[in-house]
């Protein structure tokens, strides 16, 4: 991997980018940027990524870098865990029920695209790292969800 070791002139963009736990997609992008430079700052970045981001792509591209730039943590290298089979949020069930209780879903009437907007717009960060993780059945998985809150409250 080529590197300059050096900071990037748009290092701070690069920071926010990075920092954006809306958007995996702007994060990945940050660290393929940060991998063309090696300094204090973007080890930094990349190894708080490698270590603790919640879409494992990111996690692993970081990793992949950190590796490459010889990075340790607590002065031992650093590792990557196993993709785990279970979702990294907490609850998200729950959080998806308290959207849809907010929205007063009626499952016949189930507008998808509002129903997004607001799991968006109330949980930012779960709802990217569950649009990742589901990203070709996400509405399909949202609906199961939703509809099983819907049965459950009806019986």
Not at 35 to 41: A, F, H, L, N, V
Request: proline share 3%.
């Amino acid at each position: 991997m080529d590197f300059k070791l050096e900071a990037p002139a748009n290092i701070n963009k690069l920071v926010e980018q990075a920092s954006d736990k809306t958007s995996w997609r702007n994060r990945l992008a940050a660290v393929e940027e940060l991998s063309k430079w090696k300094c204090e700052e973007s080890m930094d970045i990349i190894t708080k990524l490698a270590t603790g981001d919640l879409v494992f792509k990111v996690k692993e591209r970081a990793f992949e870098v950190a590796q490459a730039f010889g990075v340790e943590k607590n002065g031992q290298p650093i590792y990557l865990d196993r993709k785990s089979k279970v979702s990294p949020i907490k609850f998200i069930n729950k959080k998806i029920f308290k959207v849809a209780t907010h929205l007063k879903i009626d499952i016949d009437d189930f507008n998808m695209d509002e129903f997004k907007a607001a799991f968006q717009e109330m949980y930012p960060e779960e709802y990217d790292v569950c649009e990742y993780e589901n990203h070709k059945n996400f509405d399909e998985w949202i609906k199961d969800i939703v509809k099983s809150k819907v049965r459950r409250r009806n019986r």
